[in-house]
């Protein structure tokens, strides 16, 4: 088992930036970024792997988002720009074994997630 937490949420404008950042207790593991907008279901971002390398990004967020990892501090980053309205979701970090892509059922363990709210 691995514990997540989020933190950097919070409420900003479109066109804004907001780092978001997840604090994992354990190392050997891939993390994705997953976020659920009121009324949705929850959808995969970006995913990074255990040693920070190969991203693998969601189209809608393709050149906005970047995700990075600082494997010393065990701290996955999302740095998001250019934020739209339709950012305006909970945001949450999961870990892996096995992926850092978008299948939700290989994720063992959740964040408990964080509300960024994105006004025009």
């Known amino acids: 088992q691995v514990h997540l937490v989020e933190s950097g949420g919070g409420l900003v404008q479109a066109g804004d930036s907001l780092r978001l950042s997840c604090v994992a207790s354990?190392?050997?593991?891939?993390v994705g970024w997953f976020r659920q907008a009121p009324d949705k279901e929850r959808e995969f971002v970006v995913g990074?792997?255990?040693?920070?390398?190969?991203?693998f990004y969601a189209d809608s967020v393709k050149g906005r988002f970047t995700i990075s990892r600082n494997t010393a501090k065990n701290t996955i980053f999302l740095q998001m720009g250019s934020l739209k309205p339709e950012d305006t979701a909970i945001y949450s970090c999961?870990?892996?074994?096995?992926?850092?892509?978008?299948?939700?059922?290989?994720?063992?363990?959740w964040g408990q997630g964080i509300q960024v709210t994105v006004t025009t």
């Open positions: 354990g190392r050997a593991y891939h």
């Open positions: 999961a870990a892996s074994k096995v992926t850092r892509k978008n299948n939700r059922q290989l994720y063992d363990c």
């Open positions: 990074i792997t255990s040693t920070g390398s190969q991203p």
